[in-house]
T-cell receptor, first 115, second 113 residues
Framework: EPEVTQTPSHQVTQMGQEVILRCVPI?????FYWYRQILGQKVEFLVS????????KSEIFDDQFSVERPDGSNFTLKIRSTKLEDSAMYFC?????????????FGSGTQLSVL | AQSVTQLGSHVSVSEGALVLLRCNYS??????LFWYVQYPNQGLQLLLK??????LVKGINGFEAEFKKSETSFHLTKPSAHMSDAAEYFC???????????FGTGTRLQVFP
């Protein structure tokens, strides 16, 4: 089965630094998402992206966050100035054309640790 | 607004025993309901989903779930656990007018020989 790939699997950064989390969605997919899970808490929606623009975003996704599809294959999440509370597992997901709530394919996540 | 509650952060069963993972939801619109599974070092995989129609939904690996509107529940079951079922299971809710999934906190299933 095709896979969503996320790199790196684990990233450590200092508070205040910028980080970019990278994702390669499944090649013919058009809808892209970022979710995150703080240790012991729920998986939370951050943002959805379609046709080179944000479709929906949560309250968490403030001005410190941005997403980009810089080329035809990558989908990135940038955190401009990381905070301790940004430490979490970040999941990228994608899906193909079709109705809302069609099957999402998730990557295995990037564990971000902010020190 | 929508939310999901998964009762029991950890569930342990013996191999061959019934698996029951509980999920209750809250939704102001007709819900779409999902179960995802996460094996160690892997991404979340869709086990099954309910959108409309038949309330008993069958998924992969012998799992099934039943949508009970009167109980606002979508519990996941499997008649006979296998060692390979050990994983984290997430219940999620959405609806027809959003592409966003609202997840529960997850239930870690352990299977003992």
């Amino acid at each position: 089965e095709p896979e969503v790939t996320q790199t790196p699997s684990h990233q450590v950064t200092q508070m205040g630094q910028e980080v970019i989390l990278r994702c390669v969605p499944i090649s013919n997919h058009l809808y892209f998402y970022w979710y995150r899970q703080i240790l012991g808490q729920k998986v939370e929606f951050l943002v959805s992206f379609y046709n080179n623009e944000i479709s929906e975003k949560s309250e968490i996704f403030d001005d410190q966050f941005s997403v980009e599809r810089p080329d035809g294959s990558n989908f990135t999440l940038k955190i401009r100035s990381t905070k301790l509370e940004d430490s979490a597992m970040y999941f990228c997901a994608s899906r193909g054309e079709g109705q809302l709530n069609e099957k999402l394919f998730f990557g295995s996540g990037t564990q971000l640790s902010v020190l | 607004a929508q939310s999901v509650t998964q009762l029991g952060s950890h569930v342990s069963v013996s191999e061959g025993a019934l698996v029951l993972l509980r999920c209750n939801y809250s939704s102001s619109v007709p819900p779409y309901l999902f179960w995802y599974v996460q094996y160690p070092n892997q991404g979340l995989q869709l086990l099954l989903k309910y959108t409309t129609g038949a309330t008993l939904v069958k998924g992969i690996n012998g799992f099934e779930a039943e949508f009970k509107k009167s109980e606002t529940s979508f519990h996941l079951t499997k008649p006979s656990a296998h060692m390979s079922d050990a994983a984290e299971y997430f219940c999620a809710v959405s609806s027809y007018n959003t592409d966003k999934l609202i997840f529960g906190t997850g239930t870690r299933l352990q299977v003992f020989p």
